[in-house]
């Protein structure tokens, strides 16, 4: 059940569209917590806030920051949208977001080729982008965000250091998934408006911040992945797999190919390739699939993706192996290019 409590707010930490980070006081401790401007309108220093506690109670992958519910220093709050169109339906947070099919109603129903990478975590796209943008720093690189982590895409600070470093641009939130440069109702929509609305050359495609997992071979939201790709297929895309792969995960189930991928991949009807770094091609992935890709050394290092770009807290020194996987498919989808 959620937790709903009163606080105070303390001080303006940041700002960026969309989002604030404050600090605020609760029971004469001080706290973080995030407030979705578009939802909710800017707080001010001495306001008196309603926070939803539930994740940090829960120990979940926040941070440690809880999130404005309501600000009780004002009464009401209006901000009228682009369309008719909602998201976050049927909560009491829902809001017009309006959809760029809407306004976008005639573009081809083909991806026309165009290289898709499927990511299962947050930290790839970052990891694939980058190399991306080192490789070949020509191409229009479009990020769709599904809605199979955070639904902001406000919260990403990765997000907002590629668009600050002019190395991704433009997004578009698909599903319920909210706050990119187009809005879209679905995944295959939102593929269609980044080739043909965007002009990307390669489309990342994979959830916002956070991920859910049970364990179990398909109770986790990497799974989305397998979506992604049959999608790409269905559109007549070329679908890429960027593989989870870890050398420092503790744990086995994560070791080498994660059983994510391998769950996605055992959902995925169309052709598919999964790009493999060449020192790491013996796993449990159909032959047919792989693709060994060398991976430079020199590509994989602090100076290309910075000591803060990190999986599950490691960096590129600390996890070779995973920047190597997303650095292998950057490097496939390149050469699909004409």
């Not at 600050?164 to 879209?184: C, H, I, M, P, R």
């Not at 489309?203 to 049970?214: E, R």
């Not at 939201?221 to 070329?238: C, D, H, I, M």
């Amino acid at each position: 059940m959620p937790s709903f409590h009163p606080a105070k707010v303390l001080e303006i930490l940041d700002r960026r569209s969309g989002l604030q980070k404050i600090s605020i006081s609760r029971n004469g401790v001080i706290e973080k917590a995030y407030v979705l401007t578009d939802l909710l309108g800017e707080v001010h220093v001495d306001d008196e806030v309603i926070i939803n506690t539930t994740a940090v109670e829960l120990g979940l992958g926040t941070g440690g920051w809880h999130f404005v519910h309501w600000n009780l220093s004002r009464e009401s709050f209006v901000r009228p949208g682009p369309g008719h169109i909602m998201k976050l339906k049927y909560t009491s947070l829902q809001f017009d977001a309006g959809a760029a099919e809407e306004t976008h109603q005639d573009i081809p129903t083909t991806l026309e080729n165009t290289p898709v990478i499927a990511c299962g975590l947050h930290s790839q796209v970052g990891a694939v982008i980058r190399t991306l943008a080192n490789l070949a720093p020509q191409l229009q690189i479009s990020y769709v965000m599904t809605d199979g982590g955070a639904l902001p895409l406000a919260l990403s600070d990765l997000v907002h250091e590629l668009q600050q470093e002019q190395v991704l641009n433009a997004t578009v939130t698909a599903g319920n998934a909210f706050g990119g440069d187009l809005e879209a109702v679905a995944l295959p929509s939102a593929l269609l408006m980044a080739r043909h609305v965007q002009k990307a050359d390669v489309i990342v495609v994979g959830m916002g911040p956070g991920i859910a997992g049970t364990g179990t071979p398909f109770g986790h939201s990497g799974v989305e992945v397998a979506n992604t790709l049959n999608t790409t297929g269905a559109l007549a895309g070329r679908g890429i797999c960027c593989a989870r792969m870890s050398s420092a995960d503790g744990r086995d189930r994560h070791q080498g190919v994660s059983h994510h991928t391998l769950s996605a991949l055992a959902l995925t009807v169309h052709e598919i390739a999964v790009p493999i770094p060449t020192e790491f091609v013996a796993d449990p992935i159909e032959s047919h699939r792989v693709i060994p890709i060398s991976v430079p050394d020199d590509l994989v290092t602090t100076a290309n993706y910075s000591t803060h770009l990190t999986t599950m807290g490691r960096n590129v020194t600390e996890d070779t192996l995973f920047f190597k996987s997303c650095a292998a498919s950057a490097i496939y989808a390149i050469s699909l290019i004409p």
